[in-house]
């Protein structure tokens, strides 16, 4: 059996999607320019799908936006409908397979399915296919969710898929293509963001950040609702409810904290506005006397900015990073991780010297970054280090599609904020409680925080949690 243990081998579906109608053939062309403007939501493999009124294409491989479509790869890509993926590290799961779009042959005609999230019932529902004699090549559940909705009775997809959709329990933002037209639709809790946007010259985008639609030039922006479906044919789009919003709402605190890249608007909130709340937040709940305020670049910079102006303390730029090494976290072992930030961060020693700093960051997740960073700050001349963290420490592993790793891996579910302070050598640490951090949101609820609370919004399997302490950093805490 294709079995995915939730937590050893999950298929973290932590991902960015596109769809495209438009009027003319050049649907593969704002693919490409909607993927790369969401590049940051996966960096190990791309793909476009399209459809010219009948056939589906598909070219995608592992790598970047710009390594999978290089010149001349789009040219085959004809048709004015596309969808389209960019996809986040996998662990362990065979890469390969799992690239998206997923696209299928059925007896209604081609399907390609891009999927952002993670379902919790997925191993369920893959038993059930292959008990009812289908066949699965991969442990994608993007695979599962083609593979279900190809066997739903209904007259057209978007019939089929609002049939289908209520038998997946967790996170999808979808999008779908047949040969005429493009589907969106967000899971009935709402937890990744998908929004809709009216292209320039005709027909409309869907992207699961705004960031997206905005670099495709589109207006009438909005959200795709919880359980809403959206058809998308020609220039024409329409919409329904396809299931029911779930009575508890659960967006994904951790997009607004640091997934979603700041220019996005989601749930009506400035990313960027939120994040400087986030900072002035932690500045309120854990001041410091301190000479400078500086952020872990680039994603905690908007925090940093906040933080410094609610604590009226000066901000500056004690890093340099470089912006062509990808993720140090996505890096198979600690030690690559820990190799990997020092050749991915420089300090501005002239900026630090002598200097107390606050050093924010939005996140301790594995606690391999933070440490090796207090150390630069320090061998840079700095007094003292303290560091603050937009958001509560994360001691529970994300089933909804955030790549987190696993309980063991999580430090937050084996140290205290104390005995992390001492791991990273800070002289203190301060991180966000969940009600300020709601405070910064200004939602009273609506969001999943299941990562800091382990109360999670869908029932989710747990491997019972090891409480023993283990190794960090080759320290026996
Ligand atoms: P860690 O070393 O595991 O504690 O990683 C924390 C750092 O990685 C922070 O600087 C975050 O900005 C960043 N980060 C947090 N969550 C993720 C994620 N899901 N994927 C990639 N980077 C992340």
Redesign the pocket.
Known sequence: MNHVDPELDRPSE?CGVIGISTPGSDAAQNAFFGLYALQHRGQEAAGIAVADGQAVRVHKDMGLVSQVFESGTLDPLVGGLAIGHTR?STTGANSERNVQPYVVETMHGPLGIAHNGNLVNADHLREQLLQRGAGLSSSSDSEVLALMLAATEGDSWEHRLSKVMGEWRGAFSLVVLCGTKVIGCRDPWGFRPLSIGRMPNGGHALASETGALRTLGCDNIREIEPGEIVVLQGQMARSFQGVAPAERQARCT?EQI??SRPDAIWDDLSVHQVRQRLGAAVAREHPVDADMVMP?PD??MPAAIGYAAAAGITYNEGFVKNRYIG????EPTDEL?RQGVALKFNTLNDNIAGKRVVMV??????????GPLVRLVREAGALEVHVRITCPPIAHPCFFG????THEEL?AHHLSVEEIRDHIGADSLGFLSVPSLMGALEREDGYCNACFTGDYPVPVQLQLPTTSKRRFDGVLV
């Open positions: 932590e986040y951790f640091y997934f872990v994603s905690s993720r140090t976290f996505i991780r960051d939005d996140s301790i997740v594995r606690g391999t970054t933070s955030v790549d987190m790793g430090i």
